[in-house]
């Protein structure tokens, strides 16, 4: 199924009186305090986040998973299903492929498909967490951390088979996350994990094309649960630190313990020209990969307060970091969940680009903490859903994303075309 742009303007069409309203409100009020509402408009429309591909069917959980139908079966359907998302709402202009669930068969055919849908080919995603059939070793207990030096040359290998797909399709980074660590104190030497670690994403970064960049992710827990090798963020800047200037931390809102501060957590590195990558996802206990806004839009904000501080200040040098969802849970139709996913991030962005910066300043140097929080929680509750929504639609997406999903019967057509039990490779 494509989604023709006439449908999309009828349906515009419809809401465009009310919308109007609330639009030219906003913008008035916005305009009076001197902020130039159609910069704002660009930066949001620029703003593009990368739909990852094992997001597109419905996630499990280890005891079940429940799928809705009509899931993509091929790599082309599931470049399909991104260009809905982006057809809908302007913001999802990226893929990111995991390899080996998305070997390209025929990359110009690929390439070709995903242009069709204006469409690019974001970081590519290695997977040394599951043994795969034709794998000679497994990775039980490891893979770039491993104590057979054979299991290390082969997730070597299999980073480098990742990188070569990537190349092919216009990629230029590598996201690494490894669930490499131990689930018994004594289990495994702490120290010669890390260095085993650190020489083996060497040899890859020593490899990698010159105008590629590593992300290193890190998750303080699961699937082992006494130690990871790359535990937080401090161990990831430490390996991305030794390796060289394009290796970079990428921060996964779902990989910190409860109540971690992430927004330091970015300006941190951020201050060091770290900041790689970003995923998205929200989270009421761990890495649950829930809706992003879902549970605390507010702290959504504040992670968006230090990005947009982070990328207007720019004094070290941090590249424009790559913004990717990464959430994947077994209730919401994939798509629908999607939508909510990029429009939670673009209003987080806009809240974010409302804060007055140099009152902000002022407050903290002055150390009046009241109207620091003032000041915050203005640009937080500014409803700023009608200016995205013209963003988009100056785009040429829908005013109302999800609405336009459930009144063109998008997932009823892709399970007329794909049938009731097709299932998306993943996890
Ligand atoms: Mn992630």
Redesign the pocket.
């Known amino acids: 199924m494509r989604i023709d742009k006439n449908q999309i303007n009828t349906l515009n069409d419809k809401a465009l009186p009310d919308h109007r309203e609330s639009f030219e409100y906003i913008s008035h009020k916005l305009t009076a305090r001197d902020i130039p509402v159609a910069s704002l408009i660009e930066k949001i429309q620029s703003f593009q986040i990368a739909i990852p591909s094992w997001a597109l069917g419905t996630g499990g959980t280890r005891f079940g998973r429940f799928p809705g139908g009509g899931e993509p079966r091929t790599l082309e359907e599931k470049i399909d299903d991104v260009g809905l998302l982006h057809a809908l709402n302007a913001g999802s202009g990226a893929i990111s492929l995991h390899i080996p669930w998305d070997i390209p068969e025929n990359v110009a055919q690929i390439k070709a498909h995903a242009a069709s849908h204006n469409l690019l080919f974001d970081a590519v995603n290695s997977n040394t967490f599951q043994d795969q059939p034709e794998q000679q070793k497994s990775y039980k207990f490891g893979s770039l951390c491993h104590s057979d030096a054979d299991v290390r040359s082969q997730a070597v290998a299999h980073n480098m088979e990742v990188i070569r797909h990537g190349e092919a399709l216009g990629s230029k980074s590598l996201?690494v996350?490894l669930a490499d660590g131990s689930s018994f104190p004594g289990q495994m030497n702490f120290r010669k994990a890390l260095q085993r670690t650190l020489d083996s994403l060497r040899e890859i970064y020593a490899r990698m094309p010159e105008d590629w960049k590593m992300f290193i992710?890190y998750?303080p827990y699961e699937p082992y649960f006494y130690h990871t090798v790359i535990q937080d963020w401090g161990t990831s800047h430490l390996l991305a630190s030794q390796l060289g200037e394009r290796a970079f931390t990428?921060v996964?809102l779902?990989?910190h313990l409860p109540n971690t501060n992430i927004e330091q957590i970015v300006a941190t590195l951020m201050m060091q020209g770290k900041l790689g990558g970003f995923?998205f996802?929200d989270s009421k206990f761990g890495d649950d990969d829930l809706t992003v806004g879902a549970m605390k839009p507010y702290q959504l904000f504040l992670i968006f307060n230090e990005l947009v501080a982070g990328m207007e200040d720019n004094t070290s040098k941090n590249p424009y970091p790559a913004w990717?969802i990464?959430a994947s849970h077994n209730l919401k139709d994939p798509l629908e969940d999607l939508l909510q996913s990029v429009e939670a991030i673009q209003l987080a962005y806009a809240q974010a680009l409302l804060v007055d910066r140099k009152a902000l300043e002022n407050a903290r140097e002055d150390n009046d903490p009241v109207l620091a929080q003032e000041i915050l929680q203005r640009a937080f509750r500014t409803d700023v859903r009608p200016l995205v929504a013209e963003a988009r639609m100056e785009a040429g997406a829908a005013l109302d994303p999800l609405a336009a999903f459930r009144t063109l019967s998008v997932r009823e057509n892709l399970v007329r075309e794909r049938g009731k039990k097709s299932m998306a490779t993943g996890l």
């Open positions: 996201t996350w992710e998750k990428l996964d779902g990989h995923h996802n990717m990464d």
